[in-house]
Each structure stands twice: as structure tokens, then as C-alpha cells.
């Protein structure tokens, strides 16, 4: 499974942004069109960081398995959720257990200051996302990602 993630604090506007680059209300397949022509990319997309609607790692990972989809799209938080801290980690904890099941983080978007401790070669942060226009970040993150 390919992995593209978006990560934030509250008021980041990562579902916006989720939802600029996929026109998904929530959670919902789609077909995105990779740079170049290349074949489209059959897509899981959930709205809303893992932490804050209380997704364990295993539990997103059943449902991404459930799509059967070649790639993902989702959010985390750089920290843990502070009432459930064991069940939903910080999204370095995240990263840790999709690696473990094979998935490959193919792009990762920071919004805001908070990495959370992240580091790839394929990050891309956005420090004035909370104020720039939501067209404008979506511009940038398709390019970031690869996407048409």
C-alpha cells in the first residue's frame, strides 16, 4: 500500500485540504491522475486525523485493506490523542506500525510548524498553510505528490 500523508495541529486545515485534493466529504475511493500520464491511482481518502476520530493503527489499516485500493490518503496529528494516548499515538508511532505492515510512505505534508520529530525525503512542509488560500496549498501538495 503507498501512503500519502498529511500532518498537523488542530485548526491546520488538513481535512480542507483532503478534501481540495479529492473532493471527499468524509472517506471515499477515488481515482487520481499521476503526473505524466501515467495510469490513475485507485485512492483511499479519509477526512479528519487518525487521532482525533479515534482510529487505532490497526484498526486504519483493516479499513484501508477493506478498499482495495493501491494507495492511501489520510491525516495525523504530530502528537498523540491526549485522552487516548496508548490506542492513538503520535504520528511518528503511525508511521511506525505502516511500515510494519508493508505500506510505503510515498509523500508526507506538513501543515504548520509541528513535524512532530518527522523526517523523509519526501516531506514537504508548509509553514503558512493556516493562512494561505486552501486553492493555493492543494496546488502545491498535487506537486509535492505527483498528482494532476
Known amino acids: 500500500m503507498d501512503l500519502y500523508l498529511v500532518v498537523g495541529n488542530p485548526n491546520t486545515r488538513k481535512s480542507s485540504l483532503i478534501r481540495s485534493l479529492t473532493g471527499c466529504f468524509n472517506r471515499s475511493v477515488r481515482d487520481i491522475l499521476p503526473t505524466g500520464g501515467k495510469a490513475p491511482l485507485r485512492l483511499y481518502a479519509r477526512v479528519g486525523s487518525l487521532q482525533d476520530t479515534k482510529t487505532t493503527p490497526e484498526d486504519f489499516v483493516a479499513e484501508a485493506g477493506r478498499m482495495r485500493c493501491a ?35 510515498r509523500a508526507v505534508v506538513v501543515l504548520g510548524q509541528d513535524t512532530g520529530g518527522l523526517r523523509s525525503p519526501r516531506l514537504l512542509q508548509l509553514a503558512q498553510a493556516g493562512t494561505t488560500p486552501i486553492n493555493v496549498t492543494a496546488r502545491a501538495v498535487r506537486m509535492h505528490f505527483g498528482w494532476d
Open 71 to 105: 494507495a492511501v490518503l489520510c491525516c495525523l496529528t504530530p502528537n498523540a490523542n491526549p485522552n487516548h494516548r496508548e490506542q492513538c499515538p503520535d504520528a511518528a508511532r503511525y508511521l511506525a506500525h505502516f511500515s510494519a505492515e508493508g505500506w510505503h510512505l
